[in-house]
């Protein structure tokens, strides 16, 4: 390993330039990713890298939860792959995004190696830590083989992409003896929008080992024996090292849109993915097969076209008297300022309530409904290029009031989409009022007043706040 890296990192050099020979040039242009985060789902992070200094966070650590592979701190890396990656992302003198913020989503395990179900649980805090509104990015440096079903993984990213999630995935590294063979035939790599991305030498020409074929989106440096790729390593603060593969092609792309993302901080997923795509360099990769894109990643700094919004995520839906109270996180607004928010309640396919609230309210409650039923409810933002796209229909809880004396599951009590666990507190100030029971779960109404109570879906994330009415 080495204690400074090598002048000029020839992957930043090839990057920024449309044809080859290499210039010695590694600028990366204006852009920096400030402000947005990129999630590197991997082996962990050197936390305190000089090249991230202050720009890091310990995000979920399932091998140490699980007791399976431990580290201290968690979410730190045993293996380096995962703070190779990080840098490539985000290292101030390897990386592309110099400002974006590392969150360390450890899955793998010291060998690098990990479960489907680990992975799935990881992906599914990253998607309930991600605040709607803000691009962020997710970079996947792993992959499963159809045969092995990665199913769920495929549903997470998924969900990822329509809450607001770019996702870069590595393309792959060929089999047991190290062949590229069709890429769409992994996951997350066969995710049609997410990115996925093959790698290339210093020559353009494919890696021999990466995955190929029609899910390939685009093409990065990867480098191989002859010309491998520099960046962070794991065993000192400012320690450097040298590797291969389609993972590091992937954390390339993930700057490059962490930079656009920096400037338009609004902008969706599939108006990223598809100015990514259209600003490669096309025909430069030589030796490609006619199912894949020749395709380059080329840093080009112009703002992504606006359009309309996506989809509203971590909708809420808590019960009042005659009412429903539904809260929501603003959805990606295309790069357009939002101009309203339509909530619309359902019963029996037909829409009987609908409430239109001002582009900067992300909470409403809808009256005139009926005490024992039911409902479903939807929720759309538009801007002035259109509409958004509509959330799936949550089923709300059975409306009702609140009386003094009443225990109630908390279970029956709100309900939260995405496929998430409602977490439940109380307010110090309203204790007289009401209080939680434990296993199960469970409401406790002592007298009549106010109760106010906080929702959310991850441990020490800012609660939802709802005020519940008692009556004697």
């Not at 580290?71 to 003198?93: E, F, M, N, R």
């Not at 509203?312 to 539904?326: C, I, W």
């Not at 309210?361 to 005139?368: I, Q, S």
Request: charged share 20%; aromatic share 4%.
């Amino acid at each position: 390993m080495e204690s400074a890296p090598l002048t000029p990192p020839w992957h930043l050099d090839r990057i920024n330039q449309r044809t080859l020979p290499l210039d010695n040039n590694t600028d990366r242009g204006v852009l920096s990713g400030a402000g947005i985060d990129i999630y590197v789902v991997d082996t962990g992070l050197r936390l305190d890298h000089v090249e991230l200094s202050g720009r890091t966070l310990a995000g979920i650590d399932v091998p140490t939860l699980r007791e399976t592979s431990e580290v201290d701190p968690p979410a730190s890396d045993c293996d380096g792959h995962g703070t190779h990656v990080s840098g490539l992302a985000a290292g101030t003198s390897v990386g592309v995004a110099t400002a974006a913020r590392i969150i360390s989503v450890r899955v793998l395990d010291c060998n690098g190696d990990g479960e489907v179900d680990q992975v799935v649980e990881a992906l599914k805090w990253v998607r309930a830590h991600h605040r709607g509104g803000r691009l962020a990015i997710a970079n996947l440096s792993l992959g499963v083989d159809l045969g092995d079903d990665g199913t769920a993984i495929k549903e997470q990213v998924e969900a990822m992409i329509d809450e607001g999630i770019v996702v870069t995935v590595a393309a792959g590294n060929g089999d047991s003896s190290g062949r590229g063979f069709d890429a769409c035939e992994i996951v997350p790599g066969n995710v049609e929008r997410a990115l996925t991305v093959g790698a290339t030498t210093v020559g353009d020409a494919p890696a021999t080992y990466s995955n190929y074929g029609s899910c390939v989106d685009l093409w990065a440096p990867g480098g191989d024996r002859a010309k491998a790729i520099e960046s962070l390593w794991k065993d000192t603060a400012d320690d450097y090292g040298l590797d291969i593969g389609t993972s590091m092609a992937s954390p390339l792309v993930a700057g490059y849109v962490a930079q656009l993302a920096g400037q338009q901080p609004g902008i969706c997923p599939d108006a990223v993915n598809e100015a990514v795509i259209l600003r490669a360099t096309a025909g430069v990769v030589t030796g490609l097969g006619p199912t894949s894109a020749n395709r380059m990643l080329f840093l080009d700094p112009a703002p992504v076209a606006p359009g309309p919004p996506g989809r509203a995520s971590h909708v809420m839906v808590t019960p009042d008297a005659n009412s429903l109270v539904v809260s929501w996180d603003r959805p990606c607004d295309g790069a357009s300022p939002l101009t309203k928010t339509v909530v619309s309640v359902v019963r029996d396919g037909k829409v009987v309530a609908r409430e239109t609230v001002a582009p900067d309210k992300t909470a409403v409650r809808v009256r005139g409904l009926r005490t024992g039923v039911r409902y479903r409810v939807v929720v759309k933002a538009e801007n002035a290029l259109g509409a958004g796209i509509a959330t799936k229909r949550l089923a709300s809880p059975e409306v009702r009031g609140y009386r003094a004396g009443q225990t109630i599951p908390v279970a029956g009590l709100g309900t939260t989409d995405g496929g998430f666990d409602l977490k439940w507190t109380t307010s110090a100030g309203t204790k007289k009022v009401c209080r939680l029971l434990p296993a199960p779960s469970r409401l406790q109404l002592l007298r009549s007043g106010t109760c106010r109570v906080g929702l959310r879906t991850l441990s020490g994330q800012d609660a939802v706040v709802r005020t519940l009415r008692v009556s004697p």
